[in-house]
């Protein structure tokens, strides 16, 4: 059961600006590392943002992310439609002997 | 390049243990904040993470199914081998391991996962 809540569904028309929230609590966002996830259909996950905000090696800067307390955000601008896919944030948690914790996973429609 | 694949029996028996095996290369896990992590996604649903160890041999597991889990590395032969016990059709799942860079670099690069099926 996830731990982080985003919402369920996003959408937007090619060059649009769209964002995902991703909202946790004190013993996740609150004290750690954020990254990000987009799963193409059929496909493993891709890192899309490490250390709440960078972005590795060949991601386009059209994705960016925050993080204030316990929430996060990642913004896709100018929409494209092969950003069609899953998006994920998640943590490590604190809590207990500490374990990483994935979002509830944001479908986004272009 | 680093790279990692996922290997393992693609059907098990309700209550029977399954063992996967992550093999990987292009990277050490005797390296400094290096760690090898397993994910696991049932169809159609979330990513859920399961266990990871890292360099120093340290391991965690998720809190919900620790009890059904271990996790260990062969670093001689870049293996790490994830075993779940108990199997129930509600694990019927892709699983993937992963890497992990460090504290702030979580699961870098994934193998192309592995689906396994619980069923009688």
């Known amino acids: 059961q996830s731990v982080l809540t985003q919402p369920p569904s996003a959408s937007g028309t090619p060059g649009q600006r769209v964002t995902i929230s991703c909202s946790g609590s004190s013993s996740n966002i609150g004290g750690n590392y954020v990254q990000w996830f987009q799963q193409l259909p059929g496909t493993a996950p891709k890192l899309l943002i490490y250390g709440n905000n960078k972005r590795p090696s060949g991601v386009p800067d059209r994705f960016s992310a925050s993080k204030s307390g316990t929430s996060a955000s990642l913004a896709i601008s100018g929409l494209r439609s092969e950003d069609e896919a899953d998006y994920y944030c998640?943590?490590?948690?604190?809590?207990?002997?500490?374990?990483?914790?994935f979002g509830t996973g944001t479908t986004v429609t272009v | 390049q680093i790279t990692l694949k996922e290997s393992g029996p693609t059907l098990v028996k309700p209550t029977e243990t399954l063992t996967l095996t992550c093999s990987f290369s292009g990277f050490s896990l005797d390296s400094t904040s290096v760690g090898v992590g397993w994910i696991r996604q049932p169809p159609g649903k979330a990513l859920e993470w399961l266990a990871v160890?890292?360099?120093?041999?340290?391991?965690r597991y998720s809190p919900s199914l620790q009890s059904r889990l271990t996790i260990t590395k062969d670093t001689s032969k870049n293996h790490v081998v994830l075993t779940m016990t108990n199997m129930d059709p509600g694990d019927t799942a892709t699983y993937y391991c992963?890497?992990?860079?460090?504290?702030?670099?979580?699961?870098?690069?994934w193998g192309q996962g592995t689906l396994v099926s619980v069923s009688s």
């Open positions: 160890i890292y360099w120093d041999d340290d391991a």
């Open positions: 998640a943590a490590w948690d604190d809590r207990l002997s500490g374990s990483y914790v």
């Open positions: 992963a890497h992990r860079r460090g504290a702030d670099y979580n699961y870098d690069l």
